[in-house]
């Protein structure tokens, strides 16, 4: 069974390596966090291991799991690559959905193969990513052999994977970030405009679920641009204009969000579409 190394254990790296272990994908062997305690912690969630807090004390391993947040990416490929006369090939991957395998060069320069393989799903909390995980889609790109080691390692555990483009990684994260991070942000929003209007408290979150519920369900169901309700998609920019300025007098980043999006809202009722590009890639 392939060794691995974690570096940098956080809920992404939690998940992923806990997965790996419980199914015997791969034989979770280092596990490197800053500090003591959560470098035990990692160890302790995944079930296997041994937590270190020191470059220098990682053991060789056969595949390196950098699951850093994207800043400490190439910083870390570059303290591992000093370490490559013990460890001449090893496989190293990165989560990130933003940034490309190239981020990991000065490993590639050593002789490693390096991937990045990116799961689209929400890791707010890894016991509960965990369970949810079967059946996510990860983009994978990369060398040819880091990249069939991560598909592989992935699918074992129920992953879906699928290629993506390094020179539209960046393009391809906003994707998610507009998929998932914003909608707790908009809802956010909502609940406090609810409250801000007098509605009970105890109705908002009621509201809130249902409203977000049917908007899921139909959007699921006949796609965004036939899901679209309200007044943007009705085409009545004064009532939209006058919402726009009653949310920025509440809040002024907020009104100038609703007025964007608005806009969008608009452009997807008239043509079916928000982007302005004619061609589907960039």
Known sequence: MRRLNVVGCGRVGK??????????????????????????????????GRAVTDMADLRPADTYLIAAPDALLQPI?????????AVPHAIALHCSGALGADVLAPLRACGWSVASAHPVMSFADPASAAKQFQG?????EGDAEAVAEATRA???????????????????????VYSSNFLPVLQAVAIELWEHSGVPPELTRHLMERLMRN?????SAFGPAAALT????????????????????????????YGALSALAMRLAKTGKVGTREDTQC
């Open 230 to 257: 309200g007044p943007a998609a009705r085409g009545d920019s004064a009532v939209v204009a006058a919402q726009t300025q009653a949310i920025q007098d509440w809040d002024p980043l907020a009104g100038e969000a």
């Open 77 to 85: 490929a570059t303290q591992l690559a000093e370490r490559c006369a």
């Open 15 to 48: 998940t992923l390596a806990r997965l790996w272990s419980q199914s015997g994908a791969l034989m979770v062997q280092d596990v490197l966090n800053p500090s003591a305690s959560s470098a035990a912690n990692a160890v302790e969630f995944i079930g296997a």
């Open 136 to 140: 996510t889609p990860c983009g994978v």
């Open 154 to 176: 992935l699918v074992h555990v129920g992953a879906e994977c699928f290629g993506v483009e390094p020179a539209h990684k960046r393009l391809y994260h906003a994707a998610a």
């Open 215 to 219: 908007a899921v369900d139909n959007i």
